[in-house]
């Protein structure tokens, strides 16, 4: 028994030293596997050629994808009925120097955004904001833009003032784009600037090329881009000098120690006029212990603009620089319709609705709609249900300010807060307007 028994166990050992090679034969096998994937996946993915599938994958075809979509639906929209055999129908492509229907102009802060959206999302307009280029935005029906204004406005009359202005408006820099200004937003550039360069000396090219050509093209018919509706809207000169302020005025902070709590809380880059007082129910006279600026973009457009009539640059207070450009552009716009009869009318936007808006723009009216079937949409949403009286889901009720809220009661002038003779020119402006002071 003894004897067997150490055979027995020598088998046994003999087995489990098989069994032990074994074992390690196959983690050999599967480490050299495991070993040879990650030398194939670490060498796919340090291959230039990753880099390039990634990037191709999650940039360029996005990018391609986008291009083409305004490519084919708004440069070439019979490639759709070509590819579907004239199963789908598209709206017809149009030019920059095709006519459109109507453009709106108002002052900065007067609603120019709000009134955009409106007309697209009720009445489903191609109404663009600050934009005309309709081969790579969908602005087939219009524009609403405070810039825009200038085609109404008058050249200085002296040539190198002129000149000058043109080269201050188009003296760009990153602090300008709060204006809502850049050339490419006109229309494809002539100088075949790249779009994925912000600025450079040909956008600076372009932007003088199309400030020059804009510039009171308005009053002797000159314009490249027209309209068959050029419209004013205006808002309550009192609340857009207020907005203005909000917008573009900062404080400097040189005496904490007269800030309320809610201005210590905006001090800094915060630190703006829309924080003078906690409560938006009181004045918000400018404390001389804060030292204000109007915003460097602000005041060069306006200077630019209107620097014959008034000197920004001496202005002594946000509330006055603020003050003078709203009378200065309202004017101008004033006199270009009632004068010149350049522009076909003008509307307040707190007492409109969207169809107020559609008529004056002349989609009431199968003739001067340009592009017919939005007579059809305005006729359906604003015409039908009022002679019928149905239900029209608030298209006649009045615009409500909902977009681009920058100034939601941290500003709110009353008339003592203006110098005597501001006061009188604005309560003028505002009574020429049909406003109650």
């Known amino acids: 028994n003894k004897k067997i028994s150490k055979e027995e166990k020598a088998q ?8 032990s090679n074994k074992e390690e034969t196959e983690s050999s096998l599967t ?27 999650f940039v360029v075809f996005p990018y391609m994808l ?5 490519y084919v639906f708004l440069q070439h929209p019979e490639i759709l009925t070509y590819l579907t055999l004239g199963l789908m129908t598209v709206r017809p492509a149009v ?49 609403v833009s405070w810039f825009h204004g200038i085609r109404f406005m008058k050249k200085p009359s002296d040539e190198k003032e002129y000149v000058q202005s043109i080269m201050n408006i188009c003296d760009y820099n990153k602090d300008k784009k709060n204006m809502g200004f850049h050339p490419g937003m006109y229309r494809p550039p002539k100088n075949n600037c790249s779009y994925r360069e912000e600025w450079s000396e040909c956008w600076k090219t372009e932007c003088i090329q199309i400030v020059s050509s804009e510039w009171g093209c308005g009053l002797d018919n000159t314009c490249e881009i027209n309209f068959r509706r050029n419209v004013h809207q205006v808002r309550n000169p009192l609340h857009t000098i ?12 040189t005496d904490t120690s007269t800030l309320t709590s809610a201005e210590k809380k905006g001090e800094g880059e915060q630190s703006q006029t829309r924080n003078n007082n906690e409560s938006s129910d009181s004045s918000t006279t400018i404390n001389t212990s804060k030292n204000e600026t109007m915003d460097a973009s602000f005041l060069s457009f306006a200077n630019a603009m209107f620097h014959e009539s008034h000197d920004f640059r001496d202005s002594s207070s946000c509330l006055e620089a603020a003050s003078n450009f709203v009378l200065l552009y309202t004017q101008s716009l004033i006199d270009a319709r009632v004068e010149g009869g350049h522009l076909d009318g003008f509307y307040r936007i707190e007492d409109s609705s969207v169809c107020d808006v559609a008529k004056v723009a002349g989609l009431y009216n199968i003739d001067t709609a340009v592009y017919k079937p939005n007579y059809e949409t305005v006729r359906a949403s604003c015409l039908n249900n009022s002679t019928k009286g149905e239900e029209d889901n608030g298209m006649s009720n009045k615009i409500e300010k909902t977009k681009n809220k920058v100034n939601q009661g941290y500003v709110k002038y009353t008339w003592n807060d203006f110098p005597k003779d501001l006061e009188k020119k604005v309560k003028q402006l505002s009574q020429k307007l049909g406003y109650e002071i």
């Open 12 to 19: 046994a050992n003999s087995l489990k030293n098989a069994s």
């Open 31 to 57: 480490k050299g596997e495991n070993e040879e994937e990650e030398s194939l996946y670490d060498t796919f993915r340090n291959h230039s050629f990753f880099n390039f599938f990634i990037i191709t994958i």
């Open 66 to 70: 986008n291009l083409s979509y305004y």
């Open 95 to 143: 030019s920059v120097t095709d006519e459109r229907q109507v453009l709106i102009v108002g002052s900065i802060s007067s609603g120019t955004v709000q009134i955009s959206h409106e007309l697209n999302s009720k009445l489903s307009l191609e109404i663009g904001h600050e934009t005309t280029d309709s081969e790579w935005a969908f602005v087939r029906d219009g524009t």
């Open 242 to 253: 207020e907005s203005l302020v909000a917008k573009f005025c900062k404080l400097e902070v």
